[in-house]
DNA sequence: GCCAAACCTTGATCTGGATCAAGGCGGCTG
DNA sequence: CAGCCGCCTTGATCCAGATCAAGGTTTGGC
């Protein structure tokens, strides 16, 4: 899709550097992909509360220009790997080859669908559906060292407060909502951290949809 | 942006037509500017319960393949009026046209923003403050007949069925909260549909953002 | 290894919004 | 114009999830 001598400006132009857990990424004018890690957006009520409206997991394309006026801020949640590249650089090989824009387009729209699943699941789910939905959108995004055919196993890369302020909920019930997955045997919990999903299908079904 | 011919083109190709309120509007392959009226977008869940994620109102586009799988459904809630375009023509001048590919994608994002402020409303807003963001919002969208400087009027497109199923909440709530907003003075409510807000101001520091 | 801090779990109680219930309007239709 | 039907409002009660409270567990620093 792109010719030798694009390639050649981008390797050119293109930097990789890591981020630790927490560090929150300025918008600084590039297009970044994600090798390794998850990013979280926050959106900030003036009065603190918060609300994760989206993640980027490893591969995903990261940086676009927010509207400015809305206080969207980006942050790594594990270490984050990131190679990238100044966007002038990316918005004028897009205008030369459109594949580039339809790939840029493509991704918006695929964060799109994202957001009105979770605008449906904040609006209409209870609790229980709003884990479990969770639990199924992690084992999918993140690359898993354990993976059998109906079972997977995977390090949680969020807190208990970071779940709630993606779910709507409070840590309290974010926390009783997973004691209660493992004590029906529908999970397991090793360190905090790390879940094992004993089938998919037993979390599917209670997921709501 | 486009040439002489590609105008021609879109000429030829171009439809018009107008649908009822209440009309479904199926995934025909066409994209189309929505010329008058407003048009909702309904996920639903298996069980009925229904979250709107979206709406259209003019002179909005309108009429992206959504991912097939996402059961999404577009209605029109008002009489609407729409010209549409095959979407392979529109496909096709985009790739000749890297304007034309601006705008689609700042279209998409500018849609992402919206459903992410969304979000965070059903998330973390509290049921008035739901109430109030969404009256901003539809007086921002309604073109108003009646509007001077800090003073607005406008007919809701939406039954408070809509309403509820656009913030999360159930009818008796969204019916009560209006009614508290008259009862304090910073709306008039007319007809059951017929809105007008005082001073944008006394909405908006009741938005919690 | 000990201590402190950060994070997580669990229990008790409270409450915002849901649910259940009972009318109140318009707006059609005959 | 009566009667019905679809929507909306308001009141009473209930409950899912919030809040308040009290430890437990893990991690890291010294």
Redesign the interface.
């Known amino acids: 899709m792109l010719n030798a001598r694009q390639l050649a400006e981008l390797a050119r132009a293109s930097s990789r550097h890591e981020v630790l857990a927490g560090t929150e990424l300025p918008d600084d004018g590039t297009y970044s992909n994600v090798l390794s890690g998850v990013v979280k957006?926050t959106?900030i009520?003036?009065?603190g509360?918060?609300?994760i409206?989206?993640f980027h997991f490893a591969p995903d394309f990261l940086g676009?220009p927010?509207?400015p006026k809305?206080p969207?801020k980006a942050e790594a949640l594990t270490k984050v790997a990131l190679c990238s590249f100044p966007r002038t650089i990316i918005d004028r090989m897009?205008?030369d080859t459109?594949e580039l824009?339809h790939r840029?387009?493509n991704h918006?729209?695929?964060?799109?669908?994202e957001?009105?699943?979770?605008?449906?699941a904040?609006?209409?789910?209870t609790a229980s559906e709003k884990v479990a939905s969770f639990l199924l959108m992690i084992a999918r995004n993140v690359v898993s060292a354990n993976r059998s055919a109906s079972s997977v196993s995977f390090d949680l890369p969020l807190s208990r407060a970071d779940i709630a302020?993606?779910?709507?909920l409070t840590i309290e019930t974010v926390s009783r909502e997973l004691s209660r997955l493992r004590a029906d045997g529908v999970i397991r919990i090793a360190n905090k951290r790390h879940i094992s999903l004993e089938s998919t299908g037993r979390i599917e079904g209670r997921c709501?949809?």
Chains 1, 2 share one sequence.
Do not use: C, H, N, Y
Request: aromatic share 6%.
């Open positions: 957006l959106r009520l003036s009065d509360r918060q609300q409206v989206g676009r927010f509207e809305r969207i897009a205008d459109p824009g840029l387009l918006a729209l695929s964060e799109l669908d957001a009105r699943d979770w605008m449906t904040l609006g209409r789910k302020d993606f779910l709507g709501g949809d």
